[in-house]
């Protein structure tokens, strides 16, 4: 730990912060802040610039010449912006950043004491620490649950399941573990998300390893994974956000080391134990009707691992999941499943290079292409095919013209339960988009 004067202009506003999750750069970072805790900023800049101190210096890591804020960002941002209010999101706050600077004087800093960390497991370490468990730290501004989750998917962390340590009991059972030492962290982080377990056959539940593919195939890739982490063939760098994770991944896949859709499960253990699983769960379970999910998307885990390009399609998804409920907001449901539906297409075009679209093509027919392009990928049948081709058929209750209407018609009466329809029907082929 060492504490130093750095430069403002030195300072990167973390663009994977994870108050809001991977954005692309750091201006995106600062509107981010502003967008969804505005009032706050204000009042911290009103109180650093009254006091003319930031009480406690924000923990930042090398990264080239430049040092990432880790914690800290609403104080540095603060900082930045009245060092150049021209930098605020919007002309309201770049004159009010400028009143402020006015009202300091000359006596602003060009430097702020900051601590300094460069290994970047302690930094999660004293992050967790701070923001994970009860807060007792005066001006701390608490994560809500969003953002502890998205602590937890960055970075593995989490006081169920110790991933790495059973990964490398099932290695070390079948012979496969790597000559060095396994960097248990890394492999955590890397397989922070079920999404990311999924593509090397694994899966987490109910705090239990379990093998979604063919288990000798998959033992074989986390081989490989720990073997590259072990080597330090790929280190915390090659691993630190998700779009670096994915990167990995998709070399790996590349490569032919990761299962796929073909290796399916077919050990008859496994099918018996799963059957006397099912049948114990069974005798516990009590005759109860759950409680029905308010929300169009479901509360269950969809395999989406979200990154800085998808960072807009998952603030819609979390506003539909968690947000608009369908017996009250009907109307803004329709709407937003519209422009979700628009981007993930959009999003499948581009990742997977669908060059048979054009940009001048209506959605329903962009819709199709890009389900033909799944079916020849093998993720969906021809029979879902057929599901998603009807969206071009314009008098058909599950069209794109039954969801232009829901944006552009007065008369159109949206109802929960057409909505309910409408997803079932979507829920997979949006899934896929978003995974691309």
């Known amino acids: 730990m060492a504490y130093k004067k750095i430069p403002i202009s030195d300072l990167i506003v973390n663009p994977a912060n994870d108050r809001h999750g991977e954005l692309e750069n750091e201006t995106a970072a600062i509107a981010q802040l502003f967008a969804t805790q505005e009032l706050h900023m204000r009042n911290l800049a009103k109180d650093i610039a009254t006091n003319k101190d930031v009480f406690e210096p924000p923990l930042v890591y090398p990264d080239g010449n430049k040092f990432i804020v880790a914690d800290g960002n609403r104080r540095t941002t603060c900082l930045k912006l009245l060092s150049s209010p021209r930098r605020a999101p919007t002309p309201e706050l770049q004159k009010f950043f400028s009143d402020l600077r006015q009202n300091w004087g000359d006596s602003f800093p060009d430097k ?42 960055r970075t593995g962390k989490s006081k169920s399941l110790h991933l790495a340590d059973e990964i490398e009991k099932r290695l070390k059972t079948a012979n496969l573990l790597p000559t060095k030492k396994i960097p248990r962290s890394n492999m955590n982080r890397l397989l922070s998300s079920e999404a990311l377990r999924n593509r090397v056959g694994i899966s987490v539940r109910k705090d239990k390893l379990e093998f979604i593919r063919d288990e000798n195939t998959s033992l074989e890739a986390l081989s490989r994974i720990a073997t590259d982490l072990a080597n330090k063939t790929k280190t915390l760098e090659d691993i630190w956000s998700t779009t670096s994770k994915l990167k990995y991944l998709d070399e790996l896949d590349a490569e032919g080391i990761l299962p796929t859709v073909h290796d399916v499960v077919t050990s008859e253990s496994s099918s018996q134990k799963t059957s006397s699983s099912t049948s114990t769960d069974a005798s516990k379970s009590v005759s109860r009707k759950p409680k029905p999910w308010p929300h169009i998307i479901t509360e269950a885990e969809h395999g989406i691992s979200w990154s800085a390009r998808t960072h807009r399609h998952q603030e819609i998804w979390e506003e539909l999941q968690y947000k608009l409920l369908l017996s009250d907001h009907p109307n803004a449901i329709s709407v937003l499943l519209r422009v979700l539906l628009e981007l993930s297409i959009e999003n499948y075009i581009k990742q997977s290079k669908v060059t048979s679209a054009h940009p001048n093509d209506k959605l329903s027919n962009k819709a199709a292409k890009v389900a033909a392009h799944m079916e020849e990928k093998g993720l969906i049948d021809k029979k879902y095919l057929g599901d998603i081709k009807k969206l071009q058929q314009g008098e058909a209750l599950i069209s794109t013209d039954t969801l232009n209407r829901y944006v552009h018609s007065s008369n159109f009466r949206v109802s929960p339960e057409h909505l309910k329809s409408l997803w079932g029907t979507l829920e997979e082929f949006i899934i896929n988009c978003l995974k691309a």
Do not use: A, P
Request: charged share 35%; net charge positive; aromatic share 8%.
């Open 112 to 153: 702020i004491e900051c601590r300094v960390e460069s290994d970047r497991d302690r930094v999660d370490d004293i992050l967790y620490r701070r923001h994970t468990g009860v807060q007792g730290g005066i001006g701390q501004s608490n994560w809500n649950d969003r953002m502890k989750k998205n602590f937890v998917v």
